[in-house]
């Protein structure tokens, strides 16, 4: 049996702990990420989540990997869970992100944060764009004999809408507002990965991962897997 005294415990214990403070052991946290985690209700989680991260990881020593899976959703969900994201790299911490299969939309938005951004060969990339659809039954109704109020207080409250009437000065307005999400949305991606050309790939265009590291929207053409 081999046994160690008090005095060689002590003095390999105060061994270690110097080393400890001058060669900090690197950690790497993996978190998954879906679209259901951003859009029902996820969002504190996401937060709790980067609390817990900038608390807990060693700025500059340690790295954070998501692995990201994510059509898009809506802008205020995606906008948010960017910006916790953000804190991150804020903190000095190293933040890789990894697609297997899609990051699209506003899940590119996320994905765009990331210092290095890995993508599948096959996975869906990009779609930097907004939409937005309404459903109208005005005239429907008006044929029917239905009539419907729709009180509102401010010239441009609810521009379209289910049964009211839709103008063509109410649908420029929102054709604006549109316009405008999406110009924030090119102002993030560019913010973020400088060296693409926002006006080339801000088009609402999805390529596959082997064309998208073309395009300087990816910087890493691998699985999650082979990547951990």
């Known amino acids: 049996e081999n046994t160690i005294n008090g005095q060689e415990l002590s003095e390999n214990a105060s061994k270690s702990e110097g080393e400890t403070k001058s060669t900090a052991r690197p950690t790497v946290f993996v978190l998954e990420l879906s679209a259901q985690d ?17 608390d807990t990881a060693q700025p500059t020593i340690d790295e954070v990997v998501i692995i990201l899976t994510s059509p898009g959703g809506g802008v205020g969900e995606y906008g948010l869970a960017a910006a916790n994201l953000e804190r991150l790299k804020s903190a000095g911490i190293h933040l890789t992100i990894c697609v297997d299969t899609v990051a ?20 869906l990339i990009g779609s930097i764009g907004v939409m937005g659809t309404t459903l109208n039954i005005h005239k429907a109704l008006k044929k029917l004999g239905i009539e419907n109020y729709l009180l509102t207080a ?66 890493e053409i691998c699985t999650s897997s082979q990547f951990l």
Request: hydrophobic letters at 45%.
């Open 38 to 54: 951003v859009m029902i209700g996820m969002g504190s989680y996401i937060s709790d989540a980067v609390n817990f991260l900038c």
């Open 154 to 219: 401010g010239k441009y409250k609810a521009p379209v809408g289910l049964t009211n009437e839709i103008t063509k000065e109410s649908l420029e307005k929102y054709q604006l507002m549109i316009n405008d999400v999406q110009a924030a949305f090119k102002a993030h991606i560019e913010k973020h990965r400088p060296s693409l050309d926002i006006e080339s790939v801000g088009t609402g265009e999805v390529w596959l991962g082997l064309h998208a590291i073309e395009y300087k929207l990816v910087d």
């Open 104 to 123: 699209a939309s506003g899940g590119y938005m996320i994905a765009s944060v990331a210092n290095h951004l890995v993508a599948a060969p096959f996975s």
